[in-house]
């Protein structure tokens, strides 16, 4: 097993001034894959310090240079996809074949985009008698969760770099291996030194310390809402800009008329992806009371498919949750679901057949859910999709919408304009129309508690920015 002991700070590796490790489980095997330095607020003092160092030059730099930089960023992503789909499957647990077709290749899909984007953006426009600037933010402190682990730190870090500013990067404690995979591309990219900087640690220690920095400009989060929020009541006190991304508790509405069981097959897929693991997943699915039984089943007959297995074989549908706490918080939600009258139509709290070690949970199928259950409201955060009946299209938008959440949603109908009609009555950042794929170019974030800000494609390089005027 490999013990790193050392951050990316100021362009090169160094030793973390923390004390102690990280140990890294494979969840599958529950196995220790390495361990990686815990850093504390020395550590992040120093990266936070490079960071402003290398901020007005980086800042005032050409678009042609960072174009020059991100270009290869963007090709080291490419030439790293294997290494980056094991790395992710080992310490996430998430099967080969999603690893290699998402954890590797969408991060890619947004470097790419951000490439295209950079080349053809202004970062000046004329405004009448003004001439308006876009200037980087400054220095950003990255903080990511682990259920997406390098989406999460292409989708702030890139377009951050974009704008021209310069990053400090605190990724999940659970996953810092794929983060630190991310350095040697971004340092084999040959940026200058402090413009990125990685520091490894425990959340409540470096990623606290990162997200009160007095010199961090702007502070960009996703994970959960409790630390979302402490970050943004922090930021607010400091006059610093967040941008929190919080999760979701995201309908999928079967309106009469659709392809029934296209849609709620997609639904099963959608929710089990990554053991649920997703904060865009479609947890709830919305179906017409006479509609009702028939789609229990069919999700039923779907759920049988995802046999809980060996991440690493590429017949694997459904891998392991990231970590113990994670297990027992679903398979605690899945009790409360039961205990509140739920009717378990797949899966349940036990572990599953044959799985002695690892972090499996089943995966799990509740019918007969109200709003008003906890399995309804809450984020689960893992492979459990509640079915709940709807009597008409009224009754259905107060379901969709009745959570404190907003973050995705589908919609399924017979036609478009149904569909459009329906999706612009949900309080929900985006909803994909009858299976419609994701995009990596659109703007991804949430209404209501699922946070504030937009990642991705022009909407996420705009979040870096700042506005300046000069009347002539
Ligand atoms: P957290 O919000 O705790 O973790 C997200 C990131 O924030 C990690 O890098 C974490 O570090 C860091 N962090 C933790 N505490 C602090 C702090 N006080 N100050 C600054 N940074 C901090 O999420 P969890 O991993 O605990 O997951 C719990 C639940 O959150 C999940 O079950 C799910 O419901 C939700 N979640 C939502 C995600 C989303 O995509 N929106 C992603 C992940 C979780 P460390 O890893 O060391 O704790």
Redesign the pocket.
Known sequence: METYTDQYIGGGWRPSLGEGT?TVLNPATEEALAAVAAGDAADVESAVAAARAAQRAWGASSKETRLAHLTAIRDGLAAHQEEIAATVTAELGAPIGFSTAVHAALPLAVASGYVELLAGFEFTERVGNSTVYREPAGVVGA??????PLH?IVAKVVPALAAGCTVVL?????TPLVARLFARIVHEAGLPAGVFNLVT????V???A??AHPDVELVS????????R??GEQAGRGIKRVAL????KSANVVLPGADLARAVNVNVGNVFANSG???SAWTRLLVHQDQYEEAVAIAAKAAAKYVPGDPTRPETRLGPV?NA??RD?VRGYIRAGLDAGARLVAGGVDAPEGAERGFFVRPTVLADVTPDMTVAQE???GPVLCVLAYRDEDHAVELANGTDYGLAGGVWAADEATAVAFARRMDTGQVDINGGRFNPLAPFGGYKGS?VGRELGRHGLEEFLRTKSLQF
């Open positions: 990280i903080i990511t969760p682990w259920n997406y999460q605190k990724p999940a404690e659970d640690g425990i959340g409540s470096a990623g606290a990162l997200a989060f996703t994970g959960s809402t409790a630390v979302g402490a970050i991304e919080l999760g979701g693991q997703t904060c990231v706490k994670q918080r984020e689960i955060f946070g």
